[in-house]
């Protein structure tokens, strides 16, 4: 659970960031773009964020 929110959390701040910088935000030299994709490699391993959601999930309603 921890892990899906901060690497969801992380990636939404690094996107607005590039968002923010606009076309800057994608150039190397400013290290934003390494940023998100490193936090987009996260969201995947070790099972990814969808896959949490749903075992969360199913342990909450109790399937």
């Not at 994608?26 to 996260?42: C, P, Q, W």
């Not at 896959?51 to 309603?61: P, Q, S, Y």
Request: charged share 20%.
């Amino acid at each position: 659970m921890a892990k899906r929110v901060a690497t969801d959390a992380g990636f939404n701040v690094a996107n607005k960031a590039i968002q923010l910088h606009g076309g800057y935000g994608y150039l190397s030299e400013y290290g934003l773009e390494k940023i998100a994709r490193d936090l987009r490699v996260h969201q995947i391993l070790e099972g990814s964020n969808e896959i949490m959601r749903l075992i969360v999930g199913r342990l909450a309603v109790g399937a």
